[in-house]
């Protein structure tokens, strides 16, 4: 009965073996079937020094052997492979647990057949070490191959011979002749072992996006398979892409990890012993540890190359890394590899990679192994470190676009929620505004630039400002779009943008809004009825030569007046108008859960805005805008209009007297009649039209002062013998707060006192 024999060979992505299918493209092992009697498989030649060549047909009886890839030893010849096999029975590992990570593996071994030739016996060995999923960790989803051969022709019974769990017959490990303690990973047999290894250990690690997950995969990934404990060290601060460190070369441990406890032989886990190998790694050693130039440290270092601490320089590198008060115990012999992390362009840490004494020590191919996860890891830490850097520019970029706190306007109370569309792209053309102005109004302002690039906030950084300087100028909504709008055209032919703008009188309870493009507004009223406003489009902003328009509503106390972006609304899911039906009826059913005398609290209920996107990924930023009227009662409100004469001021004294005691505030009259008499006097003297005056009392009580020029007064040191310029002086030592703002007719000079 012929004897069926599984082998597997390496295969190039580019040439397919001759008589089989197509090579795996990621540089899978191909499997095939080779019948005993059989000519060998093709060997492979390397013509003319080609890395890819052909399978060329292999004479009969011919034996070619195939060159070893350069840095990885050559593989034991036929004759020996074969005479170490029949000397030794197949053996299966038992598989290191760690952390909840298990893993079988069940490994037959065959007898070659006859007249195949050895090339075809390059597959894994029966004493390779368990199969490891991704990351190198036992059992880390990929499942164990288990290879089982047909029966030999003349066994007993027609049975094979086959081994299973457990320690090879007679307890022996085959290549030191010693038994294997329960829960230990075999070494790794051939270099095969080795390159499945660091193929799925460097697939973890660059799994890893940020500098965490990085250091965590290298850890996961080389415990157990590869080390009992390893630890890494990094440079601290670490560089970022080609800037040059300043100061010395500073090492932190960043991360330890190690196998926390071993199996027994009847499999009750117990503690690892605490001399060879202490419970906390970080515990026992410098957390940070300076490189003196020229120092042992700093050689191996500077030799990049992995090396193990058997000799006098190694071993003086690794003391001086781990510190000379170190409570860590180190193995004897070759079982600590000291490997440098070299990044793109200088070495930014350290990896120590230690086997308890029990454990086969670490072989010279170890350190090709060693090399391979400093190098993944280097490079991944550098590249981690520059995404860091990106994301906290684009963080600042936003938070320095978007306004940092909103103000505290007399007469409205205001919230804001800002959400990028996505955490990889933190940055947008979303933006959204609330400016005081004179007369206790506001200007409230939402915008979206098109696009989620860094140009768009950038673009929206200075239609932001644009924003902010012209309603500085109190023009009214729509010559503020009109004027974004020629802002954006020079900004490029290809800029658009959509805003909305709003100015809120709470004296009058009115609100004047334009609209250039945006989704309109949806006000809440105090009963629970939600109404979107009947706004005019308009254009985008960009577009030109469109003319705005404006229109004045009523704000009734007690309304919320909400204003977004289009990524609140709009979706691959539903159109913009399903979504705004969608955000009234939401703030209806929110609204009616507090009554109809009590309105939603405004935090919460923006809370609960956003709480109707759902969860999964945004397809645009949102912006939004809440706003409670709240307004100023009538009877908290007087206004006087005055001829600018010299009367004036002595008539304005009086008129503030009154007032003050019909509000009950005599405490402030003494210093609002001083201040009043000196904001007037200093109109009457430049104005030619009726001078306005006009007190509010809310939380504090604010006086305002307008004329129709429009020079805005500055305060200046009088000198003794001058007998004005001391207005302005008072007005900043007694008032809690002053200013002057520029409007179209003219200007307004306030101050404000403190009630208490």
Same mark, same amino acid.
């Given at each position: ?32 079937? @080779? ?5 060998? /498989? ?17 004479? #009969? ?27 030794? +029975? ?13 893993? +079988? ?118 415990? #157990? ?14 560089? $970022? =892409? ?7 070369? @500073? ?45 042992? /440290? ?83 830490? %550098?590249?981690?470190? /520059? ?39 933190? $940055? ?106 009947? $706004?005019?489009? =308009? ?6 030569? $469109?003319?705005? +328009?404006? @229109? ?84 908290? *409100? *007087? ?30 009259? %003494? ?24 007190? /509010? ?9 307008? %004329? ?39 200007? *307004? ?8």
């Amino acid at each position: 009965m012929d004897s069926t024999r599984v082998t597997e060979h390496p295969t190039s992505f580019e040439h397919s073996q001759t008589g089989t299918g197509p090579a795996d493209a990621h540089g899978a092992l191909l499997h095939t079937s @080779v019948s005993s009697g059989a000519s060998a /498989l093709p060997q492979q030649s390397r013509a003319g020094g080609s890395e890819h060549s052909q399978y060329l047909s292999a004479e #009969p009886g011919a034996h070619r052997p195939r060159p070893a890839p350069e840095g990885i030893p050559a593989q034991p010849d036929a004759a020996t492979r074969t005479a170490e096999a029949t000397a030794t +029975e197949a053996m299966a590992v038992e598989p290191t647990t760690t952390e909840a990570m298990t893993t +079988e593996t069940v490994t037959a071994e065959a007898e070659p057949a006859e007249g195949a030739s050895s090339e075809a016996g390059t597959g894994t060995d029966a004493g390779a070490s368990p199969g490891t999923g991704d990351g190198g960790t036992p059992g880390g989803g990929a499942s164990a191959r288990t290879d089982t051969e047909t029966p030999r022709a003349g066994a007993p019974g027609g049975q094979g011979r086959r081994s299973r769990r457990g320690l090879p017959p007679g307890g022996k490990e085959r290549r030191t002749g010693r038994g294997l303690p329960p829960g230990r990973p075999a070494p790794m047999r051939r270099d095969g072992d080795r390159l499945r290894f660091v193929g799925a250990a460097t697939r973890r690690i660059a799994r890893g996006m940020d500098l965490d997950e990085i250091v965590m995969g290298l850890c996961r990934a080389t415990v #157990p398979t590869f080390s009992d404990a390893i630890l890494v060290y990094l440079r601290e601060p670490l560089p $970022v =892409g080609d800037e040059r460190p300043t100061g010395p070369l @500073v090492l932190r441990l960043r991360r330890t990890d190690r196998i926390p406890v071993e199996r027994g032989a009847d499999g009750v886990y117990v503690p690892s012993p605490v001399p060879e190998q202490p419970a906390a790694l970080s515990t026992v050693t410098s957390e940070l540890r300076e490189v003196q130039p020229g120092s042992a /440290l700093g050689e191996v270092l500077r030799g990049v190359r992995p090396v193990f601490t058997d000799t006098a320089a190694s071993r003086a590198a690794l003391t001086e890394l781990l510190g000379k008060g170190s409570r860590l115990t180190l193995p004897d012999g070759r079982r600590t590899i000291l490997a440098p992390l070299r990044g793109r362009r200088r070495v930014i840490g350290a990896a120590l990679f230690l086997r308890r004494p029990e454990r086969h020590a670490f072989e010279p191919d170890d350190l090709l192994v060693a090399a391979q996860l400093a190098t993944h890891s280097a490079l991944g830490i %550098d590249k981690a470190v /520059l995404y860091g850097r990106e994301a906290y520019i684009a963080d600042e970029l936003q938070r320095t676009m978007l306004p940092e706190t909103l103000p505290h306007p007399t007469g409205v109370r205001l919230a804001s929620r800002y959400l990028p569309a996505a955490e990889t792209a933190r $940055v947008g053309g979303d933006w959204y505004d609330a400016i005081p102005l004179p007369g206790s109004r506001v200007a409230l302002v939402v915008g979206d630039v098109m696009g989620h690039s860094m140009t768009s906030a950038a673009i929206m950084g200075q239609l932001r400002t644009t924003a902010q300087t012209l309603a500085g100028l109190d023009l009214p909504p729509q010559e503020v779009l009109h004027h974004l709008d020629e802002q954006a055209q020079r900004l490029g032919t290809d800029r658009m943008a959509t805003c909305l703008y709003a100015v809120y009188d709470p004296v009058n309870h009115r609100i004047t809004i334009a609209n250039a493009g945006h989704p309109p507004p949806v006000l809440l009223h105090l009963g629970g009825r939600a109404e979107v406003l009947q $706004v005019p489009a =308009g254009a985008p902003i960009g577009v030109g030569g $469109v003319d705005f +328009e404006a @229109v004045e509503l009523d704000a009734p106390a007690g309304a919320t007046l909400f204003l977004y972006t289009d990524g609140l609304v709009e979706s691959r899911l539903r159109d913009v108008w399903t979504g705004i039906e969608q955000l009234r009826e939401r703030l209806q059913a929110t609204a009616r859960l507090t009554g109809p005398d009590h309105p939603p609290p405004l935090e919460a209920l923006c809370d609960e805005v956003l709480d109707m996107l759902g969860p999964g990924d945004r397809d645009d930023d949102i912006a939004l805008l809440a706003a409670r009227f709240d307004g100023i009662a009538p009877s908290d *409100v *007087v206004c006087w209009s005055l001829d600018p004469e010299d009367a004036a001021p002595g008539q304005a004294r009086r008129l503030a007297r009154r007032t003050l005691e019909r509000w009950d505030l005599p405490e402030l009259t %003494d210093s609002v009649e001083l201040l009043v008499s000196e904001v007037v006097t200093n109109a009457v003297r430049y104005a030619s039209r009726p001078i306005t005056l006009r007190l /509010l009392r809310t939380d504090v009580l604010r006086c305002e002062v307008g %004329d129709d020029v429009p020079q805005l007064p500055r305060m200046r040191q009088a000198r003794v013998t001058d007998e004005e310029g001391r207005g302005l002086y008072l007005v900043n030592k007694m008032a809690r707060r002053w200013g002057a703002t520029r409007l179209s007719t003219g200007k *307004v000079v306030w101050f404000e006192m403190n009630r208490s």
